[in-house]
């Protein structure tokens, strides 16, 4: 149990960004590691699940809501790992506000395996915002100079009190 805690403890400390509405006293966290959101609270209530068996980078955070790019899974673009590179690597805050962050990523920001795997230029920005409603705003702009493949999304895993409750309307 002692590893569990400090892994945990690991994540923690990894450098990030706080967001607070003051509006509605909601919070929430980004990871710079991978723009991962790892905390996303309203009303004190944590609403996100994020796994003690995180590892430190340049792993990618397990749990919370991680961005997927350029590809989920395997097989779009050779040579990269699974779901890509944007969630192994470190973003830059472009803007921060209270309850705003821009976060970016481009291709000199990335491993020099991952740019000879995906040798575009690009500009990735990635905002979470936190609204007066509680809701958290996740927008992401893909900007490049060559036209190319890819695949973007976010992973989000919800924290939950008992799986055998939850159902999923469409």
Not at 27 to 39: E, N, P
Not at 131 to 158: I, K, N, P
Request: net charge neutral.
């Amino acid at each position: 149990k002692k590893k569990k805690k400090e892994k945990k403890k690991e994540t923690e400390m990894a450098e990030h960004v706080e967001l607070h509405n003051g509006k509605n006293g909601a919070s929430a966290r980004v990871c710079l590691h991978g723009a991962t959101v790892t905390s996303w609270k309203i009303g004190g209530d944590e609403l996100l699940f994020l796994s003690t068996e995180s590892r430190p980078a340049p792993s990618p955070i397990r749990g919370g809501i991680p961005l997927v790019f350029p590809q989920f899974g395997t097989g779009l673009v050779e040579g990269l790992p699974s779901h890509g590179f944007a969630r192994r690597s470190t973003w830059m805050v472009e803007r921060k506000e209270d309850a705003v962050v821009v976060l970016t990523l481009d291709e000199e920001a990335i491993e020099k395996e991952y740019a000879e795997a995906f040798p575009y230029r690009f500009k990735l920005a990635y905002s979470v915002s936190l609204q007066d409603s509680g809701a958290l705003e996740t927008r992401l702009s893909v900007t490049a100079v060559d036209s190319f493949d890819f695949q973007a999304l976010l992973h989000t895993y919800f924290k939950v009190a008992d799986v055998a409750q939850c159902t999923v309307t469409v």
